[in-house]
């Protein structure tokens, strides 16, 4: 498989910054993670990667974040605090997260997603395994949804550009909160 090939999600997982930084170091395609794992090359803008629907929206990063918000549950006790690094595994997810964290409440993990060259460069990563997504929050890249609602989304940082649903429980603006999230995407009448 020829370079120009590499995904172009500057996903990390190599260990370079960017698809353009593998390359330039002359790795072979083979060693992207990304195209072991299954990516199609050339996407449907409108449909997500991994699993070809469709989706209502785009999540988007709320202004001057690097991702949209996670909320997590870890499966593990850990002591954690507001700035630490984690690394973990969405239940339901393949593909290990690096995150910030930037809230704890109730037990409730608050990360921006990062990727783990900046994590290492950040400090110590702490690994918390599996974990439940619980929720996002981000800005609404399409038609606004109504509280209530069940959304299919695509959070624009996704890796593997796989659709996710959930229950729209807050707009504000183009702010919104999803929760009940689910990976596997089922058809939603409207």
């Not at 002591?79 to 690096?98: A, E, M, N, Q």
């Not at 919104?176 to 995407?185: F, G, M, N, P, S």
Request: proline share 7%.
């Amino acid at each position: 498989m020829k370079a120009s090939k590499l995904p172009g999600a500057d996903c990390q997982q190599c260990g370079y910054k960017t698809c353009e930084d593998f390359r330039k170091a002359g790795e072979p395609v083979s060693e992207c993670y990304l195209l072991r794992t299954g990516w199609r090359v050339k996407p449907d803008p409108k449909k997500g990667l991994i699993d070809g629907l469709g989706y209502d929206f785009k999540l988007d990063p709320l202004e001057g974040e690097t991702s949209c918000r996670e909320f997590l549950l870890s499966l593990i006790p850990a002591k954690l605090k507001v700035g630490d690094c984690i690394s973990y595994r969405p239940l339901g997810c393949p593909i290990p997260h690096f995150a910030k964290v930037v809230g704890l409440t109730d037990g409730m993990i608050e990360v921006l997603i990062i990727g783990p060259v900046k994590a290492r460069d950040l400090g110590p990563v702490k690994r918390l395994g599996i974990c439940i997504v619980l929720g996002f929050m981000g800005l609404v890249n399409g038609d606004l949804p109504k509280t209530g609602q069940t959304v299919t989304f695509l959070p624009s940082k996704c890796m593997m550009g796989k659709c996710h649903q959930g229950v729209i429980v807050s707009v504000e603006g183009k702010k919104a909160r999803i929760e009940l999230i689910d990976l596997k995407v089922h058809e939603v009448k409207k």
